[in-house]
Every structure is written in C-alpha cells, then in structure tokens.
Nanobody, 118 residues
Framework: VQLQASGGGLVQAGGSLRLSCAASGLLFSSYDLGWFRQAPGKEREFVARISGSGRGTVYSDSVKGRFTISRDNAKNTVYLQMNSLRPEDTAVYYC????????????WGQGTLVTVSS
C-alpha cells in the first residue's frame, strides 16, 4: 500500500490550498481516509476523516467550516480543500487509510508541508 500526499506549499493567511493523496495497492473504496497534521514541536493531530463511500465526514473543531475533505474513488484519491488558512494551520499534513471506522489507521503517506504566513 502506498499513499502519496501532495499540494503543500507557502500561502498567506486567508488563502487556500488543496491537498491530494493518491493511493495504490488497496481496494480504495473500502477504506476510510483521514488527514492528520503535525506542527513543529507538537504532537500529530487529527484533521478530518471521510468514509469509504464519501457520505460520512468528520472534522476537528479547529478546521470545521474552513476545510473540506472529499474523495474520488475512481481516481483513488482523497482531497483536503483548505480555505481561510491561518498561521496556526502550518504543519506537515499526512493522509492515512484504515479499513473500517473502528480500526486503527494502518497506512500512512509521507506528508506534505503547509506553511501559512501572517
């Protein structure tokens, strides 16, 4: 299984970015996909999750209303649309996959860096 995250970069506060995560080696539509982030000196934290069908989504309180997770099962890709970015959103963002809502995330991507300048 491979997860390849991309789309990070430098953006000014208030701006937008869209992250992508392309998956291979798994039956993509059977997996819940999640985005996590880790800021310098902090622990990794949950950002958003989407069910295999795409009908169920969950967000952390810190990004709710600003970020949108989506997926395209035909392209084996999950996205994270990030709007109204804040300096505190600066982090390495990781995508991850798990087989069901009740299992642990078993597969992780390599991370993509998002830097938000004030």
């Amino acid at each position: 299984v491979q997860l390849q995250a991309s789309g990070g970069g430098l953006v000014q506060a208030g701006g937008s970015l869209r992250l992508s995560c392309a998956a291979s080696g798994l039956l993509f539509s059977s997996y819940d996909l999640g985005w996590f982030r880790q800021a310098p000196g902090k622990e990794r934290e949950f950002v958003a999750r989407i069910s295999g069908s795409g009908r169920g989504t969950v967000y952390s309180d810190s990004v709710k209303g600003r970020f949108t997770i989506s997926r395209d099962n035909a392209k084996n890709t999950v996205y994270l649309q990030m709007n109204s970015l804040r300096p505190e959103d600066t982090a390495v963002y990781y995508c991850a996959a798990k087989y069901s809502a009740f299992s642990q995330y078993a597969h992780w991507g390599q991370g993509t860096l998002v830097t938000v300048s004030s």
